[in-house]
């Protein structure tokens, strides 16, 4: 078997994002973070636990038709801090950048501390911290370490 015969195929975008270098195994909650559930119709391809030469494994997301903004992209950075966003525009990738960690997120996430204020019936937004392996709510000190996907705010 040549090597073109392992290759992953996976089609061309003619316009949208590419999100590469994800660690194995976060696709999903990529998707989420995004807010793509498959209910709206997007386009997206999925490559999930391939090889990868710096990753043991890593997952690709393809969405078609869409452009990540900025609060989206400083959020997939916090479940992802390796990735590698492609602006692919008539099949041509037109931009590449790799993420950046911000140093606060602030209006994405929700507290899991029900007696933070931010989750009291008081108009403060939410923000946090950016630690190297989690998040720390500036209000009430929570730290969240896992699943951080869940913890979006999608109101």
């Known amino acids: 078997m040549s090597d073109t015969d392992k290759q992953l195929r996976v089609s061309k975008i003619e316009n949208g994002t590419v999100i ?3 660690h194995g195994g976060q696709a999903l909650n990529v998707l989420a973070i995004l807010g793509i559930d498959g209910s709206g119709g997007e386009q997206v391809a999925i490559g999930m636990n391939v090889p990868s030469d710096t990753l043991a494994t890593k997952d690709i997301v393809k969405v078609e038709g869409r452009e990540l903004s900025q609060d989206e992209v400083d959020v997939l950075s916090l479940i992802a801090p390796d990735a590698t966003i492609n602006i692919v525009r ?3 990738v037109v931009e590449k950048h790799r993420v950046d960690r911000p140093g606060t997120v602030t209006g994405v996430l929700s507290c899991p501390n029900r007696n933070c ?6 108009p403060v937004e939410t923000r946090f911290d950016v630690l190297r392996d ?3 709510c500036e209000f009430c000190g929570q730290i969240i370490r896992e699943d951080i ?5 999608d109101d």
Do not use: F, L, M
Not at 117 to 122: G, L, R, V, W
Not at 149 to 153: N, V
């Open 149 to 153: 996907a869940s913890h979006i705010d």
């Open 117 to 122: 204020i931010t989750n009291a019936d008081e």
């Open 20 to 22: 590469d270098h994800v």
């Open 134 to 136: 989690g998040v720390r």
């Open 90 to 92: 008539d099949y041509e």
